[in-house]
């Protein structure tokens, strides 16, 4: 399913808006759910983040050509346009920032399968894998070489306890109905955030 | 440069948030379209009121260019209406949100609803305010800014503050008794009608103790499951998806 | 339970009082009487780490689990002895939890994975939610000097999961408060 299918069956009302504004409204609703969920979602494979760049960059544009012309008319709009540049700038450093963070507590969590890779973006992914390179070379040199060999993991997983550390994925959420609907509750409550990137739960949001 | 924030919308993102949400403004100059990331801002002729986000408003109103015309529920018997309701009609829970807008034809339709969790900068075609008597999801946060930054249009301002504060004590009152439903299990918190501000305040708070009553009952779910799970059948069993399939699973609690 | 979390490791160096169910040499140092060795069913004291692997291991080779006999047998902690119940059944905010022991609640999950006991369970869970609801109150207040001098004693007798709570509780206030006097700026 396109992006724009979702969000035209999320809200069919949007389906006329430009896609300027659906691209803020998504980048919105990513960085809510970002900052509400304790694992890491999915990276948006629509493009999102790079179309939105794309538009801060030519925004940037814009204001230094505007900058240059004095006339007083365009002095008010030049203050409103950067105010927006600054509030989408805002929005797109929290929801990368988010991510990095719980990259960042759980790398190796996150690189330990295929399937959680591919969360990330290949700019995250290789922030990743280097960091905990040299993370670990760190750890090495400074305490984990004096360790005998069997004691140098850090990724041991035995005596039923991981070293790994990982998100508590059992941690409650809150979850926001925008109309009557029934809850389905679940020990694992990522059957919420699944549906909701599918769509079809577009009553409700995770805040 | 990770983010050093908790989990969950502090009360400043809450308030970055509140500030995409629609509010009608009395244009007292002319401006043209700006073009903006997020579409255009309407064109402003006085005395034709437009429709623009809060951010952009507040804007206009400290350039003096336009008025901000506040909800219809910040309106000092608004809000008494709503202390009553809170206080007298139904002292456990919060006040009702406010009802999806409906369709001519008296059938709901799904989207609107959406629009009020949504934000919808510089759309032209938004819901209007909540009607009187119903709370929006960022009251707080938006009668704040209101009267910081436009008290001159809002009507009884010393009233309406006062009245506020008694919203405020009362639902705190509440959220804090909120968790107590708990005590039985189940797990789940109904917070129906609570603000986006209220939300960030006691965010922590609320889902540590969920969170607590899981780990005191986590033994007996577990052994709760176990039995499911080998009772043959049972709910995991049934259904053309099996276990991975959560679709039908589990127990069902209303909201 | 996260591999490095700090609680977790506490709550497993918590002492348990239990019984041997054999004769063990050179242990009698656990009793106080390092020059004799252990006798079965004496009573001492184990980090739960220990008591919970000899409790559920078991001590003979045979494959029949009727016969498969542990180490030893383990008891409640005095923490969540009867008489600690009950009193936290009459009244779940006149007891101080944290003079019993400061991971409580911590420990008590420990124990409930390996006693069954649904009505202890029931107990601890509405005493959790009571003082939940108490400690909040507490943390909203915390401003106001002459509450804070009358909750002293409650707030003293919370274990680690409530000082967590009123911690997340008063930040959470706190952080609110902050928003509302910057919003005039």
């Known amino acids: ?207 | 440069m990770a983010l050093p924030l908790p989990q969950g919308l502090v009360p400043t993102e809450v308030a970055f948030l509140c500030e995409m949400e629609m509010v009608t403004v009395v244009p007292r100059q002319r401006l043209e379209s700006i073009p903006l990331l997020s579409g255009d801002t309407p064109v402003l002729r006085p005395p034709h009121r437009a429709q623009m986000p809060l951010w952009l408003a507040l804007l206009l109103k400290k350039q003096r260019r336009a008025n901000i015309v506040p909800p219809a529920w910040l309106h000092p018997a608004s809000l008494a209406d709503i202390i009553h309701h809170e206080t007298n009609v139904d002292p456990q829970a919060f006040s009702p949100p406010p009802p999806p807008p409906t369709r001519a034809d008296g059938r709901r339709r799904p989207s609107p609803a959406t629009t009020h969790a949504l934000p919808r900068p510089s759309c032209p075609r938004v819901r209007p305010m909540p009607p009187g008597g119903y709370l929006p999801y960022h009251w707080l946060e938006l009668a704040e800014a209101l009267l910081a930054h436009a008290a001159d249009d809002v009507p009884a301002t010393a009233e309406v503050r006062s009245l506020l504060r008694d919203l405020q004590e009362v639902r705190a009152a509440k959220m804090r008794g909120s968790t107590q439903s708990l005590e039985g299990g189940g797990g789940v918190v109904v917070l129906r009608g609570v603000g986006a501000m209220e939300l960030a305040e006691s965010r922590a708070f609320v889902l540590g103790v969920v969170d607590g009553v899981r780990k005191l009952g986590a033994s007996a779910e577990a052994t709760r499951r176990d039995e499911e799970a080998n009772g043959g059948g049972g709910r995991y069993g049934g259904g053309a998806g099996g276990r991975g399939d959560f679709e039908d699973s589990d127990e069902e609690m209303e909201f | 339970m996260s591999y490095y979390d700090l609680d977790a490791i506490l709550t497993d160096a918590e002492k348990v009082p239990c019984k041997f169910e054999l004769d063990v040499p050179d242990l009698g140092y656990l009793d106080n009487n390092p020059s004799q060795g252990l006798k079965a069913q004496t009573p001492v004291s184990l980090p739960l780490w220990l008591a919970e692997l000899l409790a559920l291991s078991s001590r003979t080779q045979s494959s029949n689990p009727e016969d498969s006999a542990p180490f030893l047998t383990l008891e409640m902690p005095k923490a969540l002895s009867n008489e600690v119940v009950s009193a936290l059944k009459a009244d779940p905010r006149a007891v101080a939890l944290r003079d019993q022991t400061h991971n409580m609640y911590g420990l008590a999950t420990r124990m409930l994975d390996l006693f069954e006991e649904p009505e202890m369970c029931a107990v601890l869970r509405r005493t959790f939610v009571t003082r939940a609801a108490e400690t909040a109150l507490h943390a909203r207040k915390a401003g106001a000097t002459d509450d804070v001098v009358r909750g002293e004693g409650f707030l003293s007798g919370l274990e680690e999961w409530e000082r967590l709570l009123f911690r997340r509780a008063h930040d959470g206030n706190k952080a609110c408060k902050e928003w509302m006097e910057g919003v005039k700026k």
């Open chain 1, 1 to 207: 399913m396109d992006i724009d299918d979702i969000l035209r069956e999320v809200d069919p009302s949007s389906s006329g808006l430009p896609s300027e504004t659906r691209d803020l409204q998504s980048l919105t609703r990513v960085w809510v759910a970002e900052r509400s969920t304790p694992e890491l979602l999915s990276w948006p494979t629509d493009g999102l983040v790079e179309r939105v760049n794309g538009r801060i960059a030519s925004q940037i544009e814009r204001v230094e050509a505007l900058t240059g012309d004095m006339d007083p008319r365009s002095n008010f709009a030049l203050i409103v346009i950067q105010t927006e540049l600054e509030r989408y700038k805002f929005l797109v450093r929290s929801y990368l920032r988010a991510r990095l963070a719980k990259v960042d507590r759980h790398a190796l969590h996150y690189l330990s399968t295929p399937e959680l890779r591919a969360r990330l973006s290949p700019t995250e992914l290789a922030y990743a894998t280097r960091h905990q390179a040299l993370l670990h070379n760190h750890y090495l040199a400074s305490f984990l070489g004096s360790f005998g060999p069997t004691l140098q993991n850090l990724n041991d997983t035995s005596g039923n306890i991981t070293m790994i550390d990982h998100p508590d994925l059992e941690n409650a959420v809150f979850i926001r109905l925008l109309r009557d609907a029934r809850v389905v509750g679940k020990g694992r409550r990522r059957r919420w955030r699944r549906g909701r990137q599918d769509g079809r739960h577009h009553h409700s949001q995770v805040v």
